[in-house]
Every structure is written in structure tokens, then in C-alpha cells.
């Protein structure tokens, strides 16, 4: 053996040419290493691929005139991109290779920014600078980011857009469930623009919670909120039977009474369906409220709560009080003041109270509460910050209860803990959190919310949209949100418009919700005679809707305090009221208005103005509008609705001046075939 | 004397193969109980989703004998395009012979055809194809626009929510699934009657003209929308993402 090395090394190396001549071949191989390596790189082989794949295909000049070889780069330094992408995603500007669905091949799909000039990872993530698959998409090298995964794509618009976007539903959704759902009371988040995301829920006050419902009821909500009302945004803490008894003890004692609530109700509670029935109806109730129906679909709005089996749930006394005036209980709720009488009140409250369900409390018995229980439901009351949420009299609202989540979408993947056999990324561990929090540990204290996977992915988009860049960006790469105005209106209409909680529906000067139109211009709309009669008695404009101006049974008084503010003050500088007559237009240009509404622009199919013909019925309907709108409203609605009222349905036409004011002249000539009529209308 | 080493060393192979296989394997089947004859979509069909997203409504497919009577206990296997994901993947049919499944479709538009397997009494694979679709952005985008401006009128179904105009109408609209008309109308004319009407193409005039309250990216979108949703596909509707 050793004879045989001897040799070979003698052979090799024996004299000083064969060695050198050696070590030269050797250097020079492993000079070779370095273009090789680079021949045989990734992008070089994904480069090569897409030329065979586009050789055969109808379009293959094209394309093989657009392609480029090399390492191709998207340089931008004002957003510090430097992305290499494109060397291998080849065809991602090649609209026609839409049939493609082999990466990293696809075209990308159409979106308003354009690739060159904002580049890869800015939305994507992941590292850009890289040019193999594993370094640009994963974070093997414990780079920054690893790519985001698709699903949650919209997170990267929220970084720079902060209000809603039309082509982004999820990350708007994401949004809304975080205010809608309570999540920013316990955790706080603070937008890039300084501000603190607010809460929308409005969790009622617990401190004269004895007033309104009893502690059986308390204990079965405690225990699951959903079983009472599938809509409750309420979560489950997944609490004991000895904690919920605790704490719902402790929750009764500590209740105060409100003067008004307890008092005997001056009127029993009448048992007539029908009547209350249609007094529910005719309040417009469900527009708020939600009712399981008997298929156990839920019909209604979603401001106020599910009012299923609210029988099992209030005190007859409270439930009078509450009709009779919301704002004695809670000055703050979204509730109006209807200004029922004592017999509306007992038809509605007993139609309310006979929604109940026999079930919810039949297993729930309760003993006495001893002291020892109230104090330990007290210590619970607390340790699970029931008070970030509610007003709890003698416990404070806690500073910090929960995690702040405002870079939640930075924090490294270090820190977190996972489950086994989850995927070890921030998305991931966003969305198993969301979903079942107490997985994490038993001990935690974030409750069990009732999200679909569709709503957990929207939360999670928008949590990751909270993170560093976001915050960073200069202002003149972002585009801010319309930001919820505080406006409130001046004066006794202000506190009447407070008490009817008029912007629970109807959005004025950027303030209010969005169920009814916007009442920032109706003074310039409507004609002031319409406005009286209207609020006596709202009757339908809209014949689909199911959601409609209640009626509030509103005095005299009340009504032209009202309609003297609104036609004084919600003017639009656009509308000259008075620059256009009510009547006497020329029969000529009726008559033209007339043909071009049912022939030219075919307003028919969507709005009724003979109702033995016209069945339109996305509009309003347009039988009475000679008294209703004012005539220069109308011409201007004419030229340019969305000018008028963003958003609307109805189409900007880009009409004449001349068509314009036609339609002007027959619809300003439909009008309310005096008061009789009105009257039977009205039925 | 060379037995026991064998025998250890086989003992560790297969310690090794199992804790080595023990990664990758899923979750047993469950054993079915019953057999049936036929399987069929109950809900769930032809649904549309941002891609990479859940589909709104879980998918519910049922189980017949041969007597077309719903079949408990008889299990059901989902499978499609790798990047689908289905809760659960498989399972066996309840008391009324229906497996539930949530589905969240892959992160490239398209569609994709979902497949459902039962074994029937002979112990043979029989299948449900059935077809969802993923919507890119732009689609979503035409999704949103045909909610807030088009299908008051365009989609005769009605809700609660949002009753149809369809019926009201004298001619009626082409629902935008109508894949039969609206696939051979090319996108030019079809941005026509977006833009300028109906009577731009010698139709109704109910249709109205839309070029100035949209924008041209807009149009772009609603017609992408509208080709996503087409049934039966357009010819260049995008992708089919089968399992391979």
C-alpha cells in the first residue's frame, strides 16, 4: 500500500515541470468553478425554461422580443428597492400568457401600480435582492421578511392607503372587525397618523345591570353569549360554573338602581301580536335590530342587538322605561327616542317580552349569593378586565390590558410561540390566535370569538398591516384615511337631533353612519313644506328598502325646530335654491322632459313616476317630486349626481344643459295631488 | 451468532423508518360504515373568493344510496389543486348523509374544480367534480362595482336585503353568469355598452350609459368580473388549476 502511494506521488510530483504543470490544471479547474456556478444558477435555468415554453406558443415573437436575459433589477431609492424579481418571474408583464399557470411564469395580475415603479417585495415581502428561490422567498438566512403569503396580500396596500379601498375588501373588513368587535379595547392601536383606533361596539354600562335583566340571565350569557344571541359580539371566556355564578353575584350586588327604571309600569304589558306586530314594524325596529326568523335566518340591521329571545332576558319595568326614554338609561346609546305613548308602550313592550325562550334559562338555578362569592366574583370581574369593555361602577378600566398590536405586523418570529405542527410564520401564528386563543394555554385570558375563517384572515390582514414601514412612511407616500369628523349640531335642534340619534343612521358634515342618506346638503334638496309633512309622518320613498326613517311621533313644535335648522344650515354653496321656479315651465319643455325620461335616458326601469306603467324600483319613487326637491336640486342632480352625493347608484349621464333642465320641468311638474290625497297616500 | 445483530439492526430500521415517516404522514381515514351509490352537491357549488381566500359558504356534499336515499357513515375524500385547503379533507357523512367541508381556494385567480370520493359497494372510487372560482384583484374590484352599481338589475335573484329589479324591467337584462350571450360579446362591445348604453349596440335603453360615472379601469374590471363568474367559461377566462 504504502509502495503504491510512494510511486504515485513520485509520478506526479517527482520532478518540478510535472507539478507545476499539475497545480496549474487544478487552479485552473477550480477557476472554472465560479462561471459554472453561475451557469448553472437558478434564474439561468428558470430563464432558460421560459424561452422553451414560449417557442411553440402563437405569440412567440412577441415575447421573444420583450425577453432579456441576465440578472434583471428594479432599482428605486426613494422606497429602497432594490428587486431582482423579474429574473426569474420572466413573463410578469406578459398580459398574453394569462393561460399560463406555471410560476414563476404567470403574468401578474392587473392592479392600478405598475411593477416598474414600485417593484416587488414593497407588497410581497419577502427578500428582493436575492436570485435563488429559497433566499428570495423564505427567511433562511434570518433575513427580515419571508414572503407573504397571497391570502394576505392586502395587508401591503394598507401599509401606505389608510382608509378603505374599493379593490381591497378584505383589509377593510379586517379593519372594521377590529372596532366592530371590541378587539382595540383591550388591545391598544395606534395608527401611523397618531391617532388610537376607537372601539364602534358600544358595550352597555354594567352598574344598574340589576334594573334591567336578573342574575339567571347574566350567569347563562356568561357561560355562552351565543347562546343566546347568535349575533353577540360578545366573546366567550369559557368560564366555570362556579366563576359564572360568581360574577354574575358579584355583578347584581354591585348594581345600583337608576330612578325610573324600577318604578311600576303605568301600563301592563298588552298581549296583542298583531298590534305589536305592526308597531314594530312601523317603527322601523328591524332596520336596527336583528330577529331570528322561523327558517332561522336573521332579518335585520345590526346597530343595535339581536332582539331573538329578548323576553328571557329584560325586566318588563326596565323594558317600558327603556322604550319610554333610552337616554334616562344610557345617555350615549344609538337608540332613539321614539316618542311612544303609554299605550304604544305596553303593545310594543309585551310584543317584546313574549320573544323569549324557554330553554335558554331552564337549567340555570342559582342559590342565594354568599359574601365570599361576591368578592370572588369581584377578583374575576377584574382578572378578566370585563371593565376594558364595560363601565363597571367601582372597578377601573385597565391601563394596558392586553398587548399593544400597533407593529404587531414586525414582530419577529423569535418571540413567538408556537403551536406543534403549525407553520412557524407571523400569519399563521396571527390567524391561530385569532381563532382559538386559549390553545396557547389555558391560563390565557383572551376569550373564544365566534370569527368565520373568512373573518380570521381579514383580521389578520389588517393586524399585518400594523407594522414598521407602515409607520414610517413619509406622509407623502401614503394616502390618508377620511377621518370620522366630530361635527355636532348647534343649539335645541342639536340636542333634538342628539335625542332622536339621528347620525345612528344619516351622516351629516363627515360625521354619523351610513344606513340613510347623507343630510350634509338637505336644505338645499328638499322643499320645506316635504320636510314638515315628512317628519310627521316619514312614509316611503324607497318601496325596496327594508330599512326606513322611523316614525318618531314628534310634536309641532319639534317639527319646525327641526326643519327651520335644516333648511338654514345643511346648504350646499353649489345649489342656488332660488335660481330655478317651482312651476310654470313651458308645456313645450314638460313635454320634451317627458319623452327624453321615458325614451332617451329610459329613467323607467329604475324610478316610478306613473305608477300604472313605470315599475322601476332601485330609485326613489318619483310620483310626488314636483313637491318634494327643489327644481335647481334636481337640475344639478341632473348634471352630476356623484357631485351631489358620492356614491350614489344613480349614473352621471353627462347631459346637456338643455335635457337637463327639460327633466327638470317634467319632474318638478309631478306633484302631490293636494292634501287628500297625501292622506290616502300616506295609508 | 449473527441472528440478534440482524435482528437489532432490523428492530432499528424500522424505529428509524417510523420516526423518520412519522412527520409526513396524515391523519388515519375514518373507517366508513356504509356504502353508497352516488354523491351529489347539496351547497356550496360555484362560488366566487379573493383568491387565497375561504369560500363565503362551506361546501355540503351528500351521499345517496341506491335507492337515492341519503347515507350516513359513508366517507367522503375532498381533494383538489395542492394549494386548496379543505376543513376537514375528509369525513364521514351525518344522520341526513352530508359531509361539511370549509373551503379556501389557492392564491392565483382562476378556477378550480373541487373533487369529492366516496367508495361505493364494490369498493370502487365514485366522484363529484364540482367547480369554484378565485378572483384576482381586478375581479374583486368588478365585484364590488357590479354590487354597488349592477346587479340591482343584472341578477335576478333577490334577498332580503336587496330586492331585485329584474322583473320590473320591460327587457330583460343578461345576468353576468349568463356565459351563452355574454361570451360572445367581445370586450370592446361589451365596454361600448358599458360606456354609452345599450343603444350603442342597438339594445335597450334601460341599460344606461356608464362611461361617466366609471372609470376606464373600472369598465376593465367589471368586465373581468364578468368573465371570471361566466358559466360556461370564457374561452379566456384564465387558468384551470386541476391536482397534478
Known amino acids: ?683 | 451468532m449473527t441472528r440478534p445483530p440482524l435482528a437489532i439492526v432490523t428492530l432499528l430500521a424500522a424505529v428509524l423508518v417510523t420516526s423518520c415517516s412519522h412527520k409526513t404522514a396524515s391523519a388515519p381515514l375514518p373507517t366508513p360504515t356504509a356504502f353508497g351509490a352516488a354523491i351529489v352537491e347539496t351547497s356550496g357549488e360555484k362560488q366566487t373568493a379573493q383568491a387565497g381566500t375561504a369560500l363565503p359558504q362551506p361546501l355540503v356534499v351528500q351521499v345517496n344510496d341506491d335507492q337515492g336515499a341519503a347515507l350516513p357513515g359513508a366517507l367522503v375524500e375532498f381533494s383538489a389543486a395542492p394549494e386548496v385547503i379543505f376543513d376537514p379533507a375528509n369525513g364521514l357523512t351525518d344522520s341526513s348523509g352530508q359531509v361539511t367541508t370549509n373551503v379556501t381556494l389557492g392564491n392565483l385567480a382562476g378556477r378550480y374544480p373541487l373533487t369529492a370520493l366516496t367508495t361505493n359497494k364494490a369498493r370502487k372510487k365514485i366522484a363529484l367534480t364540482i367547480e369554484e372560482t378565485a378572483l384576482g384583484y381586478q375581479q374583486t374590484l368588478g365585484r364590488q362595482l357590479n354590487e354597488q352599481y349592477c346587479e340591482r338589475c343584472h341578477n335576478p335573484e333577490s334577498t332580503v336585503e336587496r330586492v331585485s329589479n329584474f322583473d320590473n324591467l320591460e327587457i330583460k337584462p343578461h345576468p353576468f353568469t349568463d356565459g351563452d350571450t355574454l361570451n360572445k360579446i367581445g370586450d370592446a362591445d361589451l365596454t361600448a355598452i358599458i360606456s354609452h348604453g345599450g343603444p350603442a349596440l342597438n339594445k335597450s335603453a334601460l341599460m344606461p350609459a356608464w362611461g361617466s360615472t366609471l372609470g376606464k379601469s373600472d369598465i376593465q374590471a367589471l368586465i373581468s368580473y364578468i368573465r371570471a363568474i361566466s358559466d360556461p367559461p370564457y374561452r379566456n377566462a384564465g387558468p384551470v388549476y386541476g391536482p397534478n
Not at chain 1, 414600485?118 to 429559497?134: I, K
Not at chain 1, 383589509?171 to 395606534?190: A, I, P
Not at chain 1, 345600583?256 to 311600576?264: I, K, N, R, V
Request: proline residues 7%.
Open chain 1, 1 to 683: 500500500m504504502k509502495e503504491i502511494l510512494k510511486s504515485l506521488w513520485q509520478k506526479l510530483f517527482g520532478d518540478s515541470v510535472r507539478a507545476f504543470g499539475l497545480v496549474s490544471l487544478v487552479f485552473l479547474a477550480s477557476l472554472a468553478i465560479a462561471p459554472a456556478k453561475n451557469y448553472f444558477s437558478e434564474w439561468r435555468h428558470y430563464q432558460h425554461g421560459y424561452l422553451k415554453m414560449i417557442r411553440n406558443r402563437s405569440d412567440a415573437v412577441t415575447l421573444q422580443r420583450h425577453f432579456q436575459g441576465g440578472i434583471q433589477q428594479i432599482w428605486l431609492p426613494d422606497l429602497a428597492v432594490v428587486d431582482r424579481c423579474t429574473s426569474c418571474h420572466v413573463g410578469l408583464k406578459e398580459a398574453s400568457l394569462a393561460d399560463v399557470n406555471m410560476q414563476p411564469f404567470r403574468p401578474h395580475p392587473v392592479i392600478p401600480h405598475k411593477v416598474d415603479q414600485f417593484g416587488c417585495a414593497v407588497c410581497h415581502r419577502g427578500q428582493g435582492a436575492a436570485t435563488t428561490v429559497a433566499e428570495a422567498h423564505s427567511s433562511t438566512l434570518a433575513w427580515e421578511q419571508p414572503i407573504l403569503p397571497a391570502k394576505y396580500i392586502e395587508s401591503s396596500c394598507g401599509e401606505c392607503h389608510r382608509g378603505p379601498l374599493p379593490g381591497t375588501p378584505q383589509l377593510n373588513q379586517g379593519r372594521h372587525l377590529l372596532s366592530r368587535y371590541g378587539c382595540v379595547h383591550c388591545h391598544t392601536v395606534k395608527l401611523p397618523n397618531g391617532s388610537t383606533m376607537k372601539a364602534t361596539d358600544d358595550p352597555p354600562s354594567l352598574s344598574h345591570i340589576a334594573d334591567k335583566t336578573t342574575r339567571q340571565w347574566i350567569y347563562a350569557w356568561l357561560k355562552d353569549p351565543q347562546a343566546y344571541a347568535a349575533t353577540a359580539t360578545m366573546p366567550n371566556f369559557k368560564l366555570s360554573d362556579d366563576d359564572a355564578r360568581d360574577m354574575s353575584a358579584f355583578l347584581i350586588a354591585n348594581s345600583t338602581p337608576q330612578p325610573g327604571d324600577t318604578a311600576t309600569p303605568s301600563a301592563k304589558p298588552a298581549s296583542d301580536p298583531a298590534a305589536g306586530a305592526s308597531l314594530y314594524g312601523e317603527s322601523f325596529c328591524a332596520s336596527c335590530h336583528a330577529v331570528q326568523n322561523a327558517a332561522g335566518n336573521l332579518v335585520g340591521g345590526d346597530v343595535g342587538p339581536e332582539l331573538t329571545r329578548v323576553g328571557s332576558k329584560v325586566k318588563p319595568e326596565w323594558l317600558q322605561a327603556w322604550l319610554r326614554n333610552p337616554r334616562a338609561y344610557d345617555a350615549e346609546t344609538a337608540m332613539p327616542h321614539y316618542r311612544f305613548n303609554d299605550p304604544q308602550v305596553a303593545t310594543l313592550s309585551g310584543f317584546l317580552l313574549a320573544k323569549a325562550d324557554s330553554d335558554l334559562l331552564a337549567n340555570v338555578h342559582l342559590e342565594e349569593a354568599t359574601p365570599e362569592q361576591i368578592a370572588h366574583g369581584k377578583r374575576l370581574v377584574s382578572d378578566y378586565g370585563c371593565a376594558s369593555c364595560h363601565e363597571i361602577a367601582g372597578i377601573k378600566k385597565p391601563e394596558n390590558f392586553a398587548p399593544e398590536l400597533s407593529r404587531i405586523g414586525n414582530k419577529p418570529v423569535t418571540q413567538l410561540v408556537f403551536l406543534p405542527g403549525m407553520q412557524h410564520t407571523l400569519p399563521d401564528y396571527i390567524a391561530a390566535k385569532i381563532k382559538q386563543p386559549r390553545a396557547f394555554g389555558q391560563a390565557l385570558k383572551m376569550p373564544q370569538y365566534t370569527f368565520t375563517p373568512a373573518q380570521i384572515d381579514s383580521l389578520a390582514t389588517a393586524l399585518l398591516a400594523l407594522n414598521d414601514r407602515a409607520a414610517s412612511l413619509p406622509p407623502s407616500l401614503t394616502v390618508a384615511a377620511t377621518l370620522e369628523s366630530d361635527y355636532q349640531p348647534a343649539g335645541k335642534a342639536g340636542k333634538l337631533m342628539t335625542d332622536l340619534a339621528c347620525f345612528s343612521c344619516h351622516r351629516i358634515n363627515g360625521h354619523g353612519g351610513d344606513m340613510a342618506p347623507d343630510l350634509t346638503w338637505e336644505g338645499s334638496s328638499v322643499q320645506r313644506q316635504w320636510l314638515v309633512e315628512f317628519l310627521k309622518n316619514p312614509n316611503t320613498l324607497r318601496p325596496s328598502l327594508i330599512r326606513r326613517m322611523p316614525k318618531f311621533n314628534l310634536t309641532d313644535e319639534e317639527v319646525n325646530e327641526l326643519t327651520d335648522y335644516i333648511m338654514t344650515v345643511y346648504q350646499s354653496p353649489a345649489i342656488d335654491r332660488d335660481s330655478m321656479p317651482l312651476s310654470s315651465y313651458p308645456q313645450g319643455q314638460i313635454e320634451l322632459g317627458k319623452q327624453l325620461f321615458y325614451g332617451k335616458y329610459a329613467c323607467q326601469g329604475c324610478h316610478i313616476v306613473d305608477t300604472k306603467t313605470d315599475k322601476g324600483y332601485i330609485g326613489p319613487t318619483l310620483t310626488q317630486v314636483g313637491s318634494r326637491l327643489n327644481a335647481a336640486w334636481i337640475f344639478g342632480w341632473m348634471k352630476n349626481p356623484q357631485a351631489l352625493r358620492p356614491g350614489t347608484a344613480e349614473p352621471n349621464r353627462a347631459m346637456s344643459d338643455e335635457d337637463a333642465r327639460a327633466l327638470t320641468a317634467f319632474l318638478i311638474a309631478q306633484k302631490a295631488a293636494g292634501k287628500s290625497e297625501v292622506a290616502r297616500a300616506k295609508k
